[in-house]
């Protein structure tokens, strides 16, 4: 059996992810740049932004919006709703995290529900931490969450789950090499037809389990200062058995920084 990631998953993702509070989490975004900001943010990258709901969220809080994912069938999902509410400010690229050009710096960045685990090298997310360090500005913010090691040995496992609503349904398998620290979903995912019936379509997503010591080392060794890590959008400090970490982090540079790189 063959797999393609977000090929089908793309037009039901937000329907089956209707268990993430998506305006609370768009006002926490929002609440640590607006907190942490030394000068006002205008300017803000949506880093994975899949189906784009946080990033137009975020345009209504009254942010410029740049929207970067490396699927296309996602990103066409963000562009359908923007032609539907007669959006036409939001600026989508289809890119890679490890690989992405901006047009110029921006003011702060975002990068929400886990994606950096979807990056399974950890020189992969020093990468993606690089280049987020390039395009900020001096003092620039950038708030992101992570899976938990706590989530990914006792939630996702080798569990199955069964996901429905509005008419799709995902049955979701888990496997979790605790060697390798590698977690492999298989997707089934069911959409219903105008005549009852339901086409299925499968696929496989990969994420890679990282420990708090190496988010942090990946983000000082790229000129990061580590404002806060959260276990809850409420700023109760992590723990060990949190399932996902937030992290807000600074972006300290000069022209002497090891990393600074001029962005034209």
Not at 64 to 81: I, N, Q, W, Y
Not at 156 to 169: H, M
Not at 213 to 239: M, S
Request: net charge negative; proline share 2%.
């Amino acid at each position: 059996m063959s797999y393609e990631q977000y090929s089908s998953l793309a037009k039901v993702y937000d329907a089956l992810n209707f268990g993430c509070d998506y305006d609370k989490l768009a006002s926490y975004l929002a609440g640590e740049i607006k907190s942490n900001e030394k000068v006002s943010t205008q300017l803000v990258l949506d880093l994975a932004c899949g189906t784009g709901k946080l990033t137009l969220l975020l345009r209504g809080l009254g942010y410029d919006m740049t929207g970067v994912d490396l699927s296309g069938e996602m990103l066409s999902v963000a562009r359908e709703e923007c032609y539907k509410q007669g959006i036409t400010d939001v600026l989508w690229l289809c890119q890679n995290m490890t690989d992405f050009e901006l047009y110029g710096t921006v003011d702060a960045c975002v990068c929400s529900l886990d994606s950096i685990n979807y990056l399974t090298k950890i020189s992969d997310v020093k990468k993606c931490f690089s280049l987020v360090y390039n395009y900020l500005i001096p003092d620039g913010i950038f708030v992101f969450d992570i899976n938990t090691p706590h989530r990914f040995k006792s939630i996702y496992g080798n569990n199955d789950y069964v996901l429905e609503q509005n008419g799709a349904l995902c049955a979701w398998q888990n496997e979790y090499n605790e060697k390798s620290r590698l977690c492999h979903f298989y997707l089934s995912i069911f959409t219903e037809n105008e005549d009852g019936t339901y086409t299925r379509n499968d696929e496989m997503q990969r994420e890679k389990c990282y420990t708090r010591r190496q988010i942090e080392n990946a983000l000082k060794d790229c000129g990061f200062e580590i404002i806060g890590v959260y276990g809850d959008l409420n700023h109760t400090p992590a723990t060990e058995n949190d399932e996902k970490w937030y992290f807000t982090v600074r972006c300290k540079k000069d022209e002497n920084s090891p990393n600074f790189r001029s962005v034209i």
